[in-house]
């Protein structure tokens, strides 16, 4: 799992509540990543940062928000809009955010149960 | 969307034979990685192959490219029981990457 934490490992939300999940690294990478893995799935992209102060919508970013006021932390909201939140979120970062070159390290992941 | 496509879903083989994965795209790319996820956790990178690669190994394991078929597969040898685990293939976009669904593999003692 490299240098990325997450926490906490196991989440329970009511329903209607917001939750945050932590993602910190140690790696010193201007990239960072969400996705989110429903069982038997592949990782679907909920939003990345390439650099402090930015980032950018994935492809099933509806019912989350992010921020990015610090390099190595990158937490991620999940709202009382996403309908059906339940799933294992995984984080991960990259050196740089260039694809073309780079790989992703990823953390342990959390995984999250509405009640 | 998902990009990048295995086959087969699942797979069970005995310790000691080679297991192959495939893994499908639709797009042109820039590389093509594997990586595995044991269950549970997050993922461990395997290996990344570039484009204008063919073939690459790394240990035990060897990754070859054909992008005139957009595909790429995953040998492993000599499997182990420490081998069951999912393995994915991710294809690098424009600053980010797309995942296929994986394939499940076990390795029985």
């Known amino acids: 799992d490299g240098g990325i934490t997450q926490s906490p490992k196991y989440l329970f939300r009511k329903e209607g509540q917001n939750v945050t999940l932590s993602c910190e690294q140690n790696?010193?990478?201007?990239?960072m990543y969400w996705y989110r893995q429903d069982p038997g799935q592949g990782l679907r992209l909920i939003y990345y940062?390439?650099?402090?102060?930015?980032?950018q919508k994935g492809d099933i970013a509806e019912g989350y928000s992010v921020s990015r006021e610090k390099k190595e932390s990158f937490p991620l909201t999940v709202t009382s809009a996403q309908k059906n939140p339940t799933a294992f979120y995984l984080c991960a970062s990259s050196r740089l955010a260039d694809t073309r070159t780079d790989t992703q390290y990823f953390g342990p992941g959390t995984r999250l149960t509405v009640l | 969307s998902q990009q990048g496509e295995e086959d087969p879903q699942a797979l069970s083989i005995q310790e000691g034979e080679n297991a192959t994965m495939n893994c499908s795209y639709k797009?042109?790319?820039?590389?093509l990685q594997w990586y595995r996820q044991n269950s549970g956790r997050g993922l461990v990178h395997l290996i990344l192959?570039?484009?204008?690669?063919r073939e690459k190994h790394s240990g035990r394991l060897r990754v070859t490219l054909d992008t005139s078929k957009k595909s790429s597969s995953l040998l492993i040898t000599a499997s182990r029981a420490a081998d069951t685990a999912s393995y994915f293939c991710?294809?690098?976009?424009?600053?980010?990457?797309?995942f296929g669904t994986g394939t499940r593999l076990k390795v029985l003692a």
């Open positions: 991710a294809t690098a976009g424009t600053y980010k990457y797309i």
């Open positions: 797009t042109s790319i820039n590389n």
């Open positions: 192959i570039r484009s204008n690669e």
């Open positions: 790696l010193n990478h201007d990239a």
């Open positions: 940062s390439q650099i402090v102060n930015d980032f």
